[in-house]
DNA sequence: CGAATAATGAAAATATTTTCAATAAGAAAT
DNA sequence: ATTTCTTATTGAAAATATTTTCATTATTCG
């Protein structure tokens, strides 16, 4: 994701690109893993970079509702990572280093369908992860 | 599910059916709406019955391990409900009033195979959750 | 009844969210 | 470009929520 589209998409929301949230978007392009917010936080700190805590738990909520990034959940340890597709996608997480893969395939809306006719419910979103260990971790497992 | 079953899912695992645990399990069991970490040591505050918060908050992890409990993330807001089913199965959650329903139909092994073949992990897990309005909120969307 | 150890709870350490007054981004007009 | 206006966003501090630590207690098994 480029920089032109990073703007248009924000336009379009009504949403300002301020200062900190590009210094937050670049942290995380330019990193090799992904990052909690704190380490997000001191990353920027030691750049010397001007950035309140808080901010970084706002920008990374909204990065997370616009699918720029993606949540990490592994026990109590959350960590974010950028996301190639800004469109709809699933994900597969290493059980053992937390690898996350993408999956560009997303073939659920006969599920939707099953879904609402079973339960009255209009569905407008779904999350689907997998959980496994990555060819790295495989062998590793006890 | 029963005391019975409750019982014997924890021999097997090596747990301990404590006080504190069984005490939760009741309040769960006894509540309309599903109920937070704070609610539920409230409610058991005012019935005189000794717990401390850390126990609720490590009882109901492991809960959610054994997929006794399920775990409903509203934006910030943290709730907890009993399940029905004690074996694996999937979610529909309201974006309105936050209302969770069970789907009790898990067909999903093919897509396992899916990403093994693309990704090369190997798939121990997924979860798989649909969001959407139920039959009372669905009329009052604007 | 012990012995072994899983589980608890209080307190401390962290993490996250909320509040609210101050600031800065973007749009419109000049 | 510069100024002005509107309001989205920020950051510090306070309020909450959650996790960790560790000495003590309670369960379960023999």
Redesign the pocket.
Known sequence: MNTGLF?RL??DK????????FLIYQELLGAQNPL???ELYQSLLKKRR??????????L??FESLNMVFKIIN????KYKLCELKDHHHHIICRSCGHVGVLNFCDISSWSKKVTESTGYQVVDHQLNFYGFCKKCKPLQK
Chains 1, 2 share one sequence.
Do not use: A, C, E
């Not at 009504?14 to 200062?19: D, P």
């Open positions: 703007k924000f336009k009504n949403l300002r690109m301020s200062h900190p949230r909690s917010p704190q001007k950035i309140g805590l808080t901010s970084i738990y706002r920008s909520d909204l026990g109590s340890s959350v």
